[in-house]
């Protein structure tokens, strides 16, 4: 009996150690993350003083200053366009692109994919340097001919590249799941009379929502996180995106002290992820078993 | 005759754009990371000019670059380690003990995985400020600690490491929390009646049974960490004080403006052979004999 309860103390106890250090590492996780939107509402004044010490009131002049003066508020507005438009041309090409390299046999099938699997390994941080040579090149032809450029500082452009440099990875998902489907829905879908676009649209597309969800979701963490595609594809500074934006404000401010901008401008750019994951932190959790390859 | 054509029509306008897209912002450029390497083309002038190897020999004498290049390799290994052991070690108590608050754990682990890395840095030059505005150095002074000048050029790759560890913790310990749940809960009950302590079932059962997934996720973790260190580097340092925090990726960036696109490609060509040669040798050195549940 005695040896009984001297395991279920030791089992106690264990358990004791366990809570402290997850509740120590959440804490060293919120803690940096809360203190950030708690400067965000200081006075210049307050960011000299202890760093522990509560705001005196709401200073939200701060957020005022960055979304008017600091820019932050077009910065936003290019962020969701961008955002937006890249989700969109990434969806429209990936969609259909992984449902037939997964489940239709056609010349070159084998090619195409062991192509996209290897686009898994580029790493889109040195290809960027000869996209924008590319560009840069295509503008200047552009302007002999027309008299005009359009390839450098053009948010559709950034787009189609976001778009363009995530299709390995969603398309990898993406027929991972396709090719989990059984050959009878379509076969069902052709006797009835179907077409192949009908059949891919209406029955196929529907199905694949948990899938989908997931893609959007990484996608959308990264092209809405993203700064240096952009920083190097848009030389216009006015027509950057919040997080290059906000690189920007944080080394400028620094050397100008004034921190409550800054820490505003960064509670804008957490805001839309943090609101956005806690709604979905299921789905996006649960995607993760396929999303392992995320670079 | 004609549902064959039908077919064939249809494959092709669904492959077709993103075979396109996928050639002319990928494959092209990635072609063009080489060729331009053996070029010499300046920052203004776009007329280039075949030098052979000459860039790469330069490079071989370039101090700076192969700084770079070092403190590259020492994040790779030091962020791996820290991250993969700690990711594993919680995965596993997290998966195997019934706590309460699970899902509150696993939801504020994940956080630090969707914040933007200029995000990220922000709160760290928040964290890491010289003086006792600092968060660090305010907790050291409860102490009696002086204070430290974290992003200095002595301790600047271990903030660095702090931070990307930081980042990257939640998202390998939810992947790692998915793979163990997999694994049957019947075998860690008979070795508990052999009397196998929770460490032995770690290493001799949760371990040996996800190993497929953490050999993908170390071949993986090379390149991102590559990536992942020159973002750091350029929204925390800027690859400062003194190049102590240059990384290999953020000097080709540099070297673009200072040294034409040739040399920056040639440093390019560096860093994708090595990354491909370091996820091949993990992809060997890892490999073990699949084992099933």
Not at chain 2, 156 to 161: A, C, E, P
Request: with cysteine.
């Amino acid at each position: 009996m005695k040896l009984k309860s001297e395991a279920n103390s030791g089992e106690r106890l264990y358990k004791i150690f366990i809570y402290v250090v997850l509740g120590l590492l959440a804490v060293l996780i919120l803690v940096p993350v809360l203190w950030v939107v708690m400067a965000s509402v200081k006075e210049t004044v307050e960011h000299y003083g202890n760093p522990w010490a509560l705001p005196t009131h709401l200073h939200w002049q701060n957020f005022v200053d960055a979304w008017n003066k600091a820019d932050m508020g077009a910065y936003m507005g290019h962020s969701v366009l961008v955002t937006g438009l890249a989700l969109v041309i990434l969806l429209v090409v990936a969609l259909p692109a992984s449902y037939c390299l997964a489940r239709f046999k056609f010349v070159g099938q084998k090619f195409f994919n062991t192509c996209f699997m290897a686009g898994l390994f580029i790493n889109v941080n040195y290809i960027v340097v000869p996209i924008y040579l590319m560009l840069a090149d295509g503008d200047k032809w552009l302007k002999n001919f027309l008299g005009n450029t359009f390839l450098l500082n053009n948010h559709v452009v950034v787009a189609i590249v976001y778009a363009a440099t995530a299709l390995p990875f969603t398309i990898y998902l993406l027929s991972s799941y396709f090719a989990t489907l059984p050959h009878d829905f379509e076969e069902a879908a052709y006797i009835d009379g179907a077409g192949y676009w009908r059949t891919m649209l209406e029955i196929i597309f529907p199905m694949a929502k948990p899938s989908i969800i997931t893609v959007v979701l990484f996608n959308f963490l990264s092209f809405w996180n993203e700064y240096i595609i952009v920083k190097t594809l848009v030389v216009d500074k006015d027509l950057w995106t919040l997080p290059a934006g906000l690189l920007n404000l944080m080394q400028a401010q620094q050397s100008a002290a004034e921190y409550g901008p800054m820490y505003a401008g960064l509670v804008l750019v957490m805001l839309p992820v943090l609101i956005l994951y806690m709604c979905v932190q299921k789905n996006l959790t649960k995607g993760m078993t396929v999303g392992g390859l995320k670079g | 005759m004609k549902s064959n054509l039908k077919r064939r029509a249809f494959v092709f306008a669904c492959v077709a754009p993103a075979v396109i897209l996928f050639t002319i912002f990928m494959v092209v450029p990635t072609f063009n990371v080489f060729r331009l390497s053996l070029f010499q083309r300046s920052t203004f002038n776009p007329e280039e000019t075949f030098i052979g190897l000459q860039n790469f020999e330069m490079l071989m004498k370039d101090a700076a670059f192969i700084r770079s290049m070092q403190n590259m390799l020492l994040l790779i290994v030091m962020v791996t380690i820290f991250t993969m052991g700690t990711a594993l070690l919680f995965a596993g108590i997290l998966t195997r003990e019934k706590l309460k608050g699970q899902n509150f754990f696993r939801i504020v682990f994940y956080i630090p995985n969707i914040l933007s890395v200029v995000v990220i840095s922000g709160i760290f030059s928040a964290i890491y400020a010289p003086d006792d505005t600092g968060m660090l150095n305010s907790i050291l002074g409860l102490f009696g600690g002086k204070n430290i000048a974290w992003k200095g050029e002595q301790h600047v790759m271990t903030s660095i490491v702090i931070a990307m560890v930081w980042q990257a913790i939640g998202y390998y310990m939810v992947m790692y929390m998915s793979s163990m749940a997999a694994v049957p809960e019947s075998l860690y009950e008979s070795a508990g009646l052999d009397g196998a302590s929770r460490v032995a079932q770690f290493f001799q059962i949760t371990i040996p049974l996800i190993w497929t997934n953490i050999r993908t996720t170390l071949t993986f973790f090379v390149i991102s960490t590559i990536n992942m260190a020159y973002l750091f580097v350029t929204a925390m340092t800027g690859g400062g004080p003194n190049r102590a925090s240059n990384v290999a990726l953020f000097y080709m960036y540099e070297q673009k403006n200072k040294s034409g696109y040739g040399y920056a490609m040639a440093i390019g060509v560096v860093i994708f052979l090595v990354s491909f040669g370091l996820s091949a040798l993990v992809n060997k050195v890892t490999e073990r004999e699949v084992l099933e549940y």
